[in-house]
């Protein structure tokens, strides 16, 4: 069932190019349609499948002679990260209402790049997964080129060179594990048994995971993250920091962790306490932890804030994988869910709810305009956001970093010293941008009062408190009662690190 | 050899001529007073039928190719990858022609038609040549062929300077393509590409290894000219800017398909022949010890292919990155597509494996060409250029051409699930299949780093089409024959991409009676 939510996004995405232009009411509806019945799917997916492992949905032979098979199947990861697909899809959809530019090519690239991301979640063919991987690129490209603002085409040049030179290198290990396995097989699942020679592993596992990592913001290769998220239309940044990122992190766990369990071996000596690449990739995600804050601090653009703050909360995700621990790879997986609701939250509100109104986003500006009073819906779930990716208590962010750093304290406890130094940067950031945008000290002087009153902004639509309150109510349930997701993460998990993927 | 034996393997040869001297007879004889357009529609026609009569008579074809009288060495080859090329050379052609109805840059169609068709039937010969002499005189018809095809708009000087310089070249590479050939002649005393690949492992041949590789490097020059491979390639972005757009697209298509069909043919037999030697214990009789790796034809080849392949796809891929005319980008990138083949070529197997890789790969990338020049026709027509400026806005001013571009653009660039990532996903396999070494590994990681690159100045077209706004307002109009011919093509690239198998299993058909 699960497989339609993939189907019924491209052939939305096709109806929506082939509709006349000039009908955005339509386009909308159906887009709106479309993805609200994909994340009809993804729920009812998630709800079936509760208590029951990998289910394979459809496996037919699909180049017979080179055995690919085209196999689609979901486990327990598979289904938490299409739930959030189709989250963000309906919200993305539903912040983009105000679109009246190319309205009906916007959303067909919308779905399209929608529909290749659940395709990636639910592939269990190697090949497939990278062919649903590769077919997320072009939207993403015309969707910041097309709509975009800040440096749009440098940015989505950018974003489109950096994808496609990660999955270039992940091009690169898939020829070589089909031509070294031998089982004339794509398959994840014999792949995974193939028993491929150690020494391959060794170079195969940091080709496949910074391959997939530069998508999911590892730092150094991260830089497209912040400048792709700020000139993204707000439904794309949603979409990018909501779900893409998490292509790469998928990435990293199913193929490369997946498939290559001995790359993350000692090496049989080490280097300033380094002595595998887990240790490279783990010193990575905590630079990634740390740098992403310190320079999410600094910004003077709101929506840089939020940018920065997705490179740092990505390296929580990616440390979480490499700690190869239960309870820390459980940690990341959530991660990838709350900070896919988190972030699509945040950018919400400073591009649509904030910025599609004062037509600013400099910090300095939103000071002089005391939104706080002005527009207290965007003030008030700004501070329920940012107590969210600030990882309070009873939010879904506090749950997921809390599993990560325990994770890290079991593989070597100063890599939690150091990520934990990252939370309280995060604190800081999110606080600053939370004074400056919305509730400033500084009174209004006299001569700053215009002399018809304080302009109205327009008023807050109900797309944007439905969806708002969609992903409120996501962060909340997820936050409160983490074992909604926990008991399908953990066994999917434990099968994957138990080898094999059985 | 009676020459009804050697009518009964040209059947189709013979049939595309008479096509093309059909064409002339109804062009020039019955409807020389006739309007333009009727004197087109009937050549086309003409042609066409022409390519679908070769196609049809092919099954009638001697099997097992025509031999040499009192040999089992193969002059004419039949049959599997020969049909395959074959097939693939006339129905290139068909697509080309096509592109001829609404063009307006020559009143001489019916010469137009005829030389193409005459080109054809030289790309057919070279694909089942196994003898020097023939596949010389196959060569020669197509380029001369194609120096005509070139030179065609008359009334435009970028015609006549790019089919100078394209004719100086050829000539050039003809000569350098004969003197190797003599050398191999003068070594094994034989013109035949078996025997030769044989005698090349003669004792007397090995005491003169300086020679066969003089000879490899002039072979390797004049066909390296043919395929546009990096350093032999300075014709090729001039040509495909000046020359006629119907005449561009042959050139980049079935000119290709032909020469890497040959390619193909030479690698094959150096193997074959090594596999006879080592098999007959001929090697171990005459030398004492190990026989060095660098005998014979196949080493010295490979090695200079693989240089070729590197080159062309290093250069090709960066140069296309400074360009701002739409056709020498895809000059630059169809150089850069050779050198990705040519790497095939290098890694060669014994098994069909290499040599259906290589066809698949340059079948879809010559229809998927075909497409792009068609669809950069029609934009140069209406905006008189086909500067990257001549793109913008093109959404707005044509919707449907926008999206074909969009799709044949892409596939050029490899992007799944579009035809030309299967046909490079296939290749690559294809090289680490034969070879997992490290050198073979390294290449292809090139390779596929390349790709990456490509992917800039593809979308630096694509950009202009989609994202900028229009210069101009005035919406560009194609032909309906072109527009439904572009619209197949295009549906044919998601189609086979999307069905990968289809066409290998169809490849495969070829090989079922052998």
Known sequence: MLAWTIYISFAGALMLALLPKGNAALARAI???????????????????????????????????????????????????????????????????????????????????????????????????????????????????????????????????????????????????????????????????????????????????????????????????????????????????????????????????????????????????????????????????????????????????????????????????????????????????????????????????????????????????????????????????????????????????????????????????????????????????????????????????????????????????????????????????????????????????????? | MNYADLFRVTLSETALDIAALLVLVVDLGFLRKAALQIRVFSAVLIGVFGCAAAVAVMPFQAEGGLSYPGSTDLLLATGGYTAIAQVGILMLTVLTLFFLVGSDFTKHVGEFVSVTLMAATGGLLICSAQDLLVIFVGLELLSLGLYVLTAFAKRSGKSAESAMKYYLFGGMSAAFLLFGFSYLYGLTGSTNLHEIMRGLFAPAVLNSTPLLYVALVMIAAGLGFKVAAVPFHLWAPDTYQGAPAPAAAFIASVSKVASFALLIGISAAALHAMDQVHGAGLVTATLSGDAPRFMGFHWGWSTLMAILAVASMVFGNLAALAQDSVRRLLAYSAIAHAGYILLAIAYFSRSNVSANAILYYILTYGLTIIGAFGAVSVVERVNGSDRMDAFLGLYKRNGLLAGILLVLFLSLAGIPPLVGFWAKFNLFAAVLQVNRGATPFTLVAIAVAMSAVSLYYYLQVLKRVFVMPPSNATSVKGSPLAMGVLALITIAVIALGCLPGLMQSWMASFYAGM
């Open chain 1, 31 to 502: 887009a709106l349609v479309v993805a609200a019945a994909g994340f009809a799917i993804a729920i009812a997916g998630f709800a079936s499948g509760a208590g029951q492992g990998r289910v394979t949905i459809i496996d037919v032979p699909w180049v017979p002679m080179m055995g690919i098979h085209y196999t689609l199947a979901a486990d327990g990861i598979s289904r938490v990260l299409v739930l959030l697909t189709g989250l963000a899809a309906v919200s993305g959809v539903l912040f983009s209402w105000n679109i009246e530019f190319r309205t009906n090519e916007f959303f067909a690239f919308f779905l399209a790049l929608i529909g290749g991301v659940y395709g990636v979640f639910l592939s269990f063919d190697l090949f497939l997964l990278f062919v649903f991987y590769e077919i997320a690129i072009v939207p993403k490209y015309f969707l910041i080129a097309i709509w975009g603002s800040t440096r749009r085409e440098y940015a989505a040049m950018k974003l489109a060179l950096y994808s496609f030179v990660g999955s270039a290198m992940v091009l690169v290990v898939l020829l070589a594990a089909y031509a070294s396995s031998g089982s004339h097989s794509t398959g994840l699942v014999s792949l995974a048994n193939a028993n491929l020679p150690v020494s391959f592993q060794m170079w195969a596992f940091p080709v496949a995971f910074i391959g997939f990592g530069i998508l999911a913001g590892l730092w150094p290769f991260h830089t497209w993250a912040p400048t792709g998220h700020v000139a993204a239309p707000t439904a794309a940044s949603m979409l990018l920091a909501g779900v893409v990122m998490k292509l790469g992190a998928y990435g990293c766990l199913r193929v490369a962790i997946g498939l290559f369990p001995h790359g993350l071996d000692p090496w049989g000596w080490s280097f300033w306490g380094i002595g595998s690449w887990r240790d490279v990739f783990a010193l990575l995600a905590v630079i990634g932890i740390i740098y992403g804050a310190l320079v999410a601090l600094a910004q003077t653009d709101f929506k840089f804030v939020i940018g920065y703050s997705s490179v740092s909360h990505m390296g929580f995700v990616l440390l979480g994988l490499v700690t190869l621990t239960q309870v820390g790879v459980d940690g990341a997986v959530l991660q990838m869910f709350s900070h896919g609701v988190i972030a699509g939250l945040l950018f919400a509100i400073v591009g649509r709810i904030v910025y599609e109104r004062t037509h600013t986003r400099q910090l300095g500006e939103l000071e002089g305009m005391y939104l706080g009073r002005r527009l207290p819906f965007a003030a008030w779930a700004f501070v329920i956001a940012g107590m969210a990716s600030m990882g309070l208590p009873g939010f879904s962010g506090f749950v997921a970093e809390l599993q990560v750093l325990i994770g890290a304290w079991i593989a070597k406890p100063w890599w939690t010293a150091a990520s934990g130094v990252g939370i309280v940067i995060g604190v800081a950031y999110t606080w600053r941008a939370l004074q400056k945008a919305f509730f400033t000290d500084r009174l209004p002087r006299p001569d700053e009062h215009p002399k018809e009153g304080w302009p109205k902004f327009d008023p807050i639509t109900w797309p944007e408190i439905t969806a708002t309150c969609l992903l409120f109510g996501a962060t909340l349930i997820v936050g409160i009662y983490p074992s909604i997701l926990l008991n399908s993460i953990e066994p999917a998990v434990k099968a994957l690190l138990a080898g094999g993927m059985q």
